[in-house]
C-alpha cells in the first residue's frame, strides 16, 4: 500500500463528535477492563456497506434495499453505504474482512449493513460501475466520505479509515514540524498532546492509534502523521516502525520552552498505548524503577552484602585509574563519540575484512575499504558517516564497502601503506588503490565514489560526443555532484600536452568530471569557443556558459590547480564544511553576512565585479546564518554586540588579521563598493578590530602509551634472587586458586607500538594541515 492513502480523506466538515456520542455495553465493558478513571462515550453510528458479493458471503451482514436503508438513517448517526448489485459474483475478499471488522466496530456503536441495488436503479450510488467500488460514509443523510473499496484491505483497515473519518476534530493530521510547532504552541499550559507516526493509513498500528484516540479525545489532543521527515525532524531515524509520543505541554506556562517528550517504547497496539497514556498521568519519578523479587531473609542479606562489597571494590578501582584531566573531553570529537557511544549502528551493512579475507575480497569486486581504528575518536566518528554512505547506496550500487580495523589488523595496515587514521581507499582490478582525501563527510564521500564511476578524463571520440559532454547529457546522473564539466582540446600531434592533462585528470579522479578530445577535427570545437590549442573547455552546467582556458607551457601540477580554482564557485555561500577549501587560497574574505537567503541586487553587484577584475585579490562570499548559526558568534566577536544585517565584510585572516566593514548607512551597490574598497586599498578605512593570533590546539596532549609503558616499567626495579623466588612461590599459588578462570589475553608490545605510532603520525600531520590557518575567523 502506498503511503499516499491517506490524502484521499479531506477533512472539511466541523461536526461536534463528542456531542454524538453515548455509551453502549461493549464500551461499558472495555471501561471496566480498562480504568474506571476516565469517561469513554461512543459515536452514535451506523455504517451501511452496499458492495457486490457472493450471497453466500453476506450472512451475517443485515440486507437492505435503498429505499429501507434511506428510511432507517436518524439524525447525527452516521453509517458507511455500498450500494450493489445482488448477482455480482465481485468482492468477496472484501466482504471476508468487512464481517470480521462487525464486532469492534459495534464496540464503538457501529452497525454494518449492505444495500442490495435493482438493475433499473439509476441513483447516484447503485447507477455507474465506478460508484459501486465505493464505500460512503453518512451522518443522517449528509454524505461525509466517499472510500475506495481497495483502502479497505483488512479489518484493521476499515476501523482505522472509519474512526480517522469520524474522529477528525480528536485527530489532527500533519505533514510538517512547522504544523507540529504550531499545535505544540496552542496547547501550552492548556492540554497534552499525543503525537504518533504510522508508515501508513490502515495499519494495525494506525487502527491502535484511532482506537486510543476514540477513549481519550476529549482529554488529549491526538496529533498523527505518515511523513518519515517530520519524524526525523523530531531525532527519531527508525522510520521503519510506529512512534507514540506523549507532549507534556499542559505544564508549559512559558511559551519559549518546548514540551518535555516521552517516547513510548513499545509496539503500537492498543492495549500499549492505554497503559503508556496512564503511565503518563502518573506522577514523574526521577529515575527508573527496578523490581527484584526475593524468597526470605537471607537472599535478601546476601543481596545487599554482595552489592555492597562489588561498589567497593569499584570505587577503589576508579580511585587508582582515574587521571587529573579524566573528566575533561580533550577534542570535539571524542565527545561526540562518546555522547553516541550507545547508538547502534548497522555495521552489516559493510563487510568487515581480516587479514584473511583482504586480498580475495577486493580481488573479487570492485572495493571500497575503511581503514580505521577503534580506539581513535576521529575514526569511530567517520564510522558513523560511512555507515550512513552504507545505507544510501544499499541496493544502488556495484562497489562493495569493506571496513578494516587496523587495531585487530596492524600488520594488514601497515601492508596497504596505511599510516595515518581514517583513510579510504578505492580498490579496482587491475589498477592501483586510490586514496580519498577530501572531506570526512557522507556527502563528500558519496561525491567521490559516483564520480569514481567514470574514467577520469574520459575519452571523447567525436565532435557530437563533445557536445553532448559539453552539455551534461552524456552524464547527466553525475552533474548534481559536480556542477562543472572539464575538456581539454588537442591536436592529436601534442603528445606531450596530452600526457600532462592525462596525469592531471588521473590525479582528480573522483574530484571532477574530465573529457580529452585529440581527434583530427578538434579544430571545430576551438574555433566554435574561440580556444587557441592546447586548451581547457570549462562548462558550468548552473550557469550554462562555456569558458576557454589556454594549457600553452602547462605542466600536470598547473593543470590541476587550474581546474581545482575552476570548481570552485564565484561568490559561494560558506559554510563549515567548505571553508577550509577557499582558506587555502590565502587571500582575505569578502564576506555578506545575511539572515537567510541574499538580495539579488547585493549579489549581482558583486558578481559585476568579480566580472570586472577588481575583486581578484580577494576571495568573495557570503554566509547564511540560518544556516551555519555559528556566524552569530563570528559577528559578535568582531562587533561585541550583534550588527544589523545584511552587513558586508573584509577579514585579512592570512596577514594582520584586521577586519574591516563595509559602512551600514550606505547600500550596497556596485559604485559604492567600488569605491568602498578603492579606500582600503589605499589605507584610508579604519579596521573595526584585529583578530589575535592563536594556534588552534587540543586543549589537553595526545596519549603517549610508550611512556605509559616506559613510566609503569621504571617502577618496577629488577628484583633479587631471593625476592623472585618468593615471587614464583605466590604465583604458583595463585595458579591453584584460579585453575578454573579463563585466561586473560595480553597484547603484544609491538601492536602498541603500532597502534602509538599510527595515531602520532596522524596527530603530526593534522597539525601541519592547520598550522597556516592560525587565526580565528
Not at 442 to 456: G, H, P, Y
Not at 487 to 511: C, H, I, Q, R, V
Amino acid at each position: 500500500m502506498q503511503r499516499t492513502a491517506w490524502k484521499y480523506y479531506p477533512r472539511q466538515q466541523d461536526h461536534n463528535t463528542e456531542q454524538n456520542r453515548e455509551k453502549s455495553p461493549a464500551c461499558v465493558q472495555l471501561q471496566l477492563m480498562m480504568s474506571s478513571s476516565f469517561n469513554i462515550f461512543r459515536v452514535g453510528i451506523s455504517v451501511v456497506i452496499m458492495c457486490i458479493f457472493y450471497k453466500s458471503a453476506v450472512d451475517s451482514l443485515s440486507e437492505l434495499s435503498p429505499q429501507k436503508y434511506f428510511s432507517t438513517l436518524q439524525p447525527g448517526k452516521a453509517s458507511l453505504a455500498y450500494f450493489c448489485q445482488a448477482d455480482s459474483p465481485r468482492t468477496s475478499i472484501f466482504l471476508e474482512e468487512l464481517n470480521e471488522a462487525i464486532t469492534p466496530l459495534q464496540d464503538y456503536g457501529i452497525s454494518v449493513a449492505k444495500v442490495n441495488c435493482v438493475k433499473e436503479e439509476t441513483s447516484r450510488y447503485c447507477g455507474k460501475e465506478e460508484d459501486l467500488m465505493k464505500a460512503y460514509l453518512f451522518r443522517g443523510n449528509i454524505l461525509l466520505r466517499e472510500f475506495p473499496t481497495d483502502v479497505l484491505f483488512d479489518v484493521n483497515a476499515i476501523v482505522a479509515h472509519v474512526l480517522f473519518a469520524l474522529l477528525f476534530n480528536e485527530v489532527k493530521y500533519i505533514t510538517t514540524l512547522e504544523d507540529l510547532q504550531n499545535i505544540e504552541n496552542a496547547l501550552k499550559g492548556k492540554a497534552n498532546i499525543a503525537f504518533s507516526y504510522v508508515r501508513a493509513i490502515g495499519t494495525p498500528e494506525h487502527r491502535a492509534v484511532m482506537e486510543a484516540a476514540f477513549v481519550y479525545g476529549t482529554t488529549y489532543q491526538f496529533v498523527l502523521t505518515t511523513e518519515t521527515a517530520l519524524l526525523e525532524s523530531i531525532g527519531n531515524e527508525d522510520i521503519e516502525n510506529a512512534h507514540l509520543y506523549f507532549f507534556h505541554c499542559k505544564q508549559v506556562l512559558d511559551l519559549t520552552l518546548q514540551c518535555r517528550r516521552t517516547l513510548m517504547e513499545q509496539p503500537l497496539t492498543t492495549l500499549n498505548i492505554h497503559q503508556f497514556i496512564k503511565t503518563m498521568e502518573a506522577p514523574l519519578l526521577g529515575v527508573p524503577v527496578e523490581f527484584l523479587v526475593l524468597d526470605d531473609i537471607d537472599s535478601l542479606i546476601s543481596h545487599v552484602e554482595s552489592n555492597v562489597h562489588i561498589e567497593e571494590i569499584q570505587e577503589d578501582e576508579d580511585e587508582d585509574t582515574k587521571s587529573p584531566n579524566m573528566d575533561v573531553q580533550d577534542d570535539e570529537v571524542a565527545e561526540t563519540v562518546y555522547r553516541d557511544r550507545k547508538r547502534p549502528l548497522p555495521l552489516e551493512l559493510t563487510v568487515e575484512l581480516t587479514e584473511e579475507t583482504f586480498n580475495t575480497t577486493v580481488v573479487a569486486s570492485d572495493s571500497i575499504v575503511l581503514f580505521y581504528a577503534g580506539w581513535q575518536a576521529v575514526s569511530m566518528a567517520f564510522l558513523q558517516s560511512y555507515i550512513d554512505l552504507a545505507i544510501k547506496l544499499k541496493g544502488t550500487s556495484t562497489m562493495l564497502l569493506t571496513r578494516v580495523n587496523c587495531a585487530d589488523w596492524s600488520d594488514l595496515c601497515t601492508k596497504q601503506n596505511v599510516t595515518e587514521f581514517p583513510v579510504v581507499k578505492m580498490y579496482k582490478e587491475g589498477k592501483n588503490p586510490v586514496s580519498y582525501v577530501g572531506m570526512l563527510g557522507t556527502e563528500d564521500l558519496l561525491k567521490f565514489i559516483q564520480l569514481s564511476r567514470i574514467s577520469c578524463p574520459v575519452n571523447i571520440t567525436s565532435v557530437q560526443e563533445a557536445e553532448e559532454y559539453l552539455s551534461g547529457e552524456l552524464y547527466k546522473d553525475l552533474i548534481s555532484y559536480s556542477s562543472v564539466s572539464v575538456l581539454g582540446l588537442f591536436s592529436p600531434n601534442m603528445t606531450t600536452a596530452k600526457e600532462d592533462f592525462t596525469e592531471a585528470g588521473n590525479y582528480l579522479k573522483g574530484y571532477a568530471i574530465t573529457g580529452i578530445y585529440s581527434e583530427e577535427d578538434v579544430l571545430i570545437l576551438s574555433d566554435k569557443y574561440a580556444a587557441t590549442l592546447p586548451a581547457l573547455l570549462l562548462s558550468r552546467h548552473k550557469e550554462g556558459k562555456i569558458e576557454s582556458i589556454p594549457l600553452a607551457n602547462s605542466h600536470a601540477q598547473d593543470i590541476i590547480q587550474i581546474i581545482t580554482n575552476a570548481l570552485l564557485e564565484t561568490f559561494p555561500e560558506i559554510t563549515v564544511e567548505n571553508l577550509p577549501i577557499y582558506l587555502r587560497l590565502q587571500k582575505p574574505l569578502l564576506i555578506l553576512f545575511s539572515d537567510g537567503s541574499i538580495n539579488p541586487q547585493y549579489k549581482k553587484a558583486i558578481l559585476m565585479l568579480v566580472k570586472e577584475k577588481h575583486l581578484d585579490s580577494l576571495t568573495p562570499c557570503w554566509l547564511n546564518l540560518k544556516n551555519t548559526p555559528v556566524g552569530r558568534g563570528i559577528l559578535q566577536s568582531y562587533f561585541d554586540t550583534m550588527p544589523p544585517l545584511p552587513l558586508l565584510v573584509v577579514v585579512n585572516l592570512h596577514s594582520g588579521g584586521q577586519v574591516f566593514a563595509f559602512p551600514s548607512d550606505q547600500a550596497i551597490t556596485e559604485q559604492n563598493l567600488l569605491l568602498w574598497l578603492k579606500k582600503l586599498e589605499a589605507g584610508l578605512e579604519n579596521h573595526i578590530t584585529i583578530l589575535p593570533a592563536q594556534e588552534w590546539k587540543p586543549p589537553l596532549p595526545a596519549y603517549d602509551f610508550l611512556s605509559m609503558m616506559d613510566a609503569a616499567a621504571s617502577q618496577h626495579p629488577t628484583r633479587k634472587d631471593p625476592e623472585c623466588t618468593k615471587e614464583m612461590d605466590v604465583q604458583e599459588n595463585d595458579k591453584k586458586q584460579h585453575e578454573d578462570k579463563s585466561a586473560i589475553i595480553k597484547e603484544p608490545i609491538e601492536t602498541l607500538r603500532i597502534k602509538h605510532w599510527n595515531r602520532s603520525n596522524w596527530f603530526k600531520e593534522g597539525e601541519k594541515s592547520f598550522r597556516h590557518d592560525n587565526k580565528e575567523l
